[in-house]
C-alpha cells in the first residue's frame, strides 16, 4: 500500500472515530460546517495553490450552488438531488465560460476580475428577490433522495464525513497526476511550461471549473444542511473566508485546507465569548498568523519536521 | 432633459471625485511597495467616523476634520510597521490576506469605539441647494469638487516636483536602483503609506455629509477605488483620476436612466469588460513577460 493510501485510510479512521469523541451535538455541528467549508476550501487550493491563480469571488460558485438548491425544489419542485447536479452543472458551465478570458490576466489584475465577478454575483443574488428572498433570505428544503434524508447532526456527520473523503481522495489523485504536474509546472512559469508542451489556458481552466464545481457542492450542502439561506453565502466576505482558510491552511496543501477550514470555522465560534471584540481578535489573529507563518500552518509545519510528513 | 441628465452628473462627479481619491490611495502604495492595501476603504471610513465622533464632543469642525485626518495618516504608518513591513518578503496572496486583516481589525476597533449606527457629519456651509441649468448641486458636492481639485494638484506637485516625491518615484521604477543612490525604501513605503491614509480621511470626511457612514461603510468604498485604480491602469496617478469620475459618472447614469438597484455592479461589470479588452487597464503600460 502507499504512503498516500495508508494517509487516506488513516484519514478515514479518523473520521469514522470522531463521532465517539465528539461530547455533543453543538461540537457536531460545527464538524459539519468544517467539512462543508473544507469541500470548497480544497477546490480554490487546487486553483490557488497549484495552479497559482488567485481568485477572490469563489464564494459566486459556492452561492451558484446554495442558490439553485433553495429554489428549484421549493418553487419548481425539482428533487434536491437534481438540484445539486443543475447546480454544478451551472457552476462549472460559468467557470468554463469565463476561464479563459479571465485567467489570461495576471496578478492583481486577476484578483480585481475575480472578485468583480464574485461581488456581481453577490447583487444579482440581493436584488432578485422574487427567487431569493432578497436580503431577507429563503428557506430552504430537506435534502432528500427516494424519501430519505440525512436527518439529523449524525446522520448529515456521515454524509459529509464520506463526501469530504472523496473529495479529499480525488483532489490527492487530481495532484498527483499528470494534471496537477501540469499546474504545478505552468505555476512556476508559464513560458517553460508552454515550451514543454503544457497547453496553459486549457490546464488553468480545468483547475478553475474543479474548484467551481466543488464550491457548488458545498453550497448545496450548506444550503441543505443548515435549511436557510442568505446572501451573504456568496458575498465577498464569503470569498475572502474562504481564500484566507486556504492560506492560513497552506497553499498548495490539501490537508493544509482541511486544516485551515477547521481552523478558521472554529474561531468565530470560541471569539463569541468575547463580545463586541470578535472582529478585532480575528482580524488581528488574521494579521499575526500570516505574519509569523507567510506560507500557512502545514507546509511551515511540514518544514519544521524535516520534510518527512509531505503535504 | 437636460436638468435630468446635469443632475445625475453632479452626483456622479461628485461620488467620481470621492473614487478618485480612494484610486490614488491604492495606487501611492502600489508604486511604493507593490501591495494591494485593501485596507485603503477604513481610512476612508475613519475619515468620516472620527470626524463625526469629535464634532459630536464639541469640537469645532474643521478641527474634527483634520483631526480625524491626523488619526488616519497614523493608523496607515501603524499598519505599514505592524504588518506590511515584517512580512515584506511574503507572496502577493499572503500580502492581500494581511491587508484584508488589518481592514477586519481597524473596522472591529471602529465598532467598538464608535458602536454600529449610521452617522451623517454637517454639511460644511449650509444644505441650501445652489440651481444650475435646473439641477440642484448642494454645496457639499462643491467643497468635494474643490478639495479633491486642490489635492490631486497638491499631490501632482510633491510628485513632479519635490525631492521626498521623486525618491517614491524612483523606488517605484527601479529598488535596487534607488537603493544605490541613497534612498531607503522602507521610508518611502512608510511615507505612502501614510500618504494614502491622510487621502483616504480626506475622503471619508468630504462625503460624510453626503452619504452618511458607519463603521462599515469602508468595505464598498475601498473596492470601487480598487476598480478605480485598475481601470486606469494601476500604479498609474492620472489613470486612479480618470479611472475614478469615470466610474462615478458611469454609476450615477446607471442608476438614474436603467435601474438603481444594480448601481454597485456597474463597476465591476465596467472592470471585467474592460480587462477583457485591455488587460492592463485603459492607461496601463504595455509590458512583456519575462522569462
Known sequence: MSARWRVLVGFAVLLALLPLVVPNSFVLDLVNRIAINAIAVIGLNLVMGYAGQVSLGHAAFFGIGAYLSGVLPSQYGWPPVAALGAGLAAAGGLAFAVGRPILRLKGHYLAMATLGLGIIGAIVVTNESRWTGGPDGMPVDALTLFGHGPGNEKGWYAVLAVALWLTVWLAQNLVDSPVGRALRTLHGSEPAAQSVGIDVPKYKVRAFVVAAMLASFAGSLFAHYVGFITPQVSSFMHSIELVTMVVVGGMASVWGSVLGAALLTALPQLLADFEGWEMVLFGGLLVVTMVLLPRGVVPTLARRLGGRARA | ?291
Open chain 2, 1 to 291: 432633459m437636460l436638468s435630468e441628465f446635469l443632475q445625475f452628473l453632479f452626483a456622479g462627479v461628485t461620488s467620481g471625485s470621492i473614487y478618485a481619491l480612494a484610486a490614488l490611495g491604492f495606487a501611492i502604495i502600489f508604486n511604493a511597495s507593490g501591495v494591494i492595501n485593501f485596507a485603503q476603504g477604513e481610512f476612508i471610513m475613519l475619515g468620516g467616523m472620527v470626524s463625526v465622533a469629535l464634532a459630536a464632543a464639541g469640537l469645532p469642525l474643521p478641527f474634527a476634520v483634520v483631526a480625524s485626518v491626523l488619526v488616519s495618516v497614523v493608523v496607515g504608518i501603524g499598519v505599514e510597521k505592524g504588518a506590511i513591513e515584517p512580512a515584506r518578503r511574503a507572496e502577493t496572496v499572503t500580502l492581500i490576506i494581511i491587508t484584508i486583516g488589518a481592514s477586519i481589525l481597524i473596522q472591529g476597533l471602529a465598532q467598538v469605539i464608535f458602536g454600529k449606527g449610521q452617522h451623517a457629519l454637517q454639511p460644511f456651509s449650509g444644505d441650501t441647494p445652489i440651481l444650475v441649468g435646473g439641477a440642484s448641486l448642494l454645496p457639499q458636492s462643491l467643497w468635494v469638487l474643490g478639495v479633491s481639485a486642490i489635492v490631486v494638484a497638491a499631490l501632482w506637485g510633491f510628485f513632479n516636483r519635490t525631492l521626498a516625491g521623486k525618491a517614491m518615484l524612483a523606488v517605484s521604477y527601479n529598488r535596487l536602483g534607488a537603493q544605490l543612490v541613497g534612498i531607503e525604501p522602507r521610508r518611502v513605503w512608510l511615507v505612502a503609506f501614510g500618504l494614502s491614509g491622510g487621502l483616504g480621511a480626506v475622503a471619508g470626511a468630504l462625503s460624510a455629509p453626503i452619504t452618511m457612514t458607519s463603521y462599515d461603510a469602508g468595505l464598498m468604498l475601498g473596492l470601487k477605488g480598487f476598480v478605480a485604480a485598475t481601470l486606469g491602469g494601476l500604479g498609474n496617478g492620472l489613470g486612479a483620476v480618470v479611472g475614478g469620475l469615470l466610474l462615478g459618472v458611469a454609476e450615477a447614469m446607471t442608476a438614474g436612466y436603467v435601474s438603481s438597484a444594480y448601481k454597485d455592479a456597474v463597476p465591476f461589470v465596467l472592470i471585467l469588460l474592460v480587462l477583457v479588452f485591455l488587460p492592463r487597464g485603459l492607461l496601463g503600460a504595455r509590458s512583456a513577460d519575462r522569462v
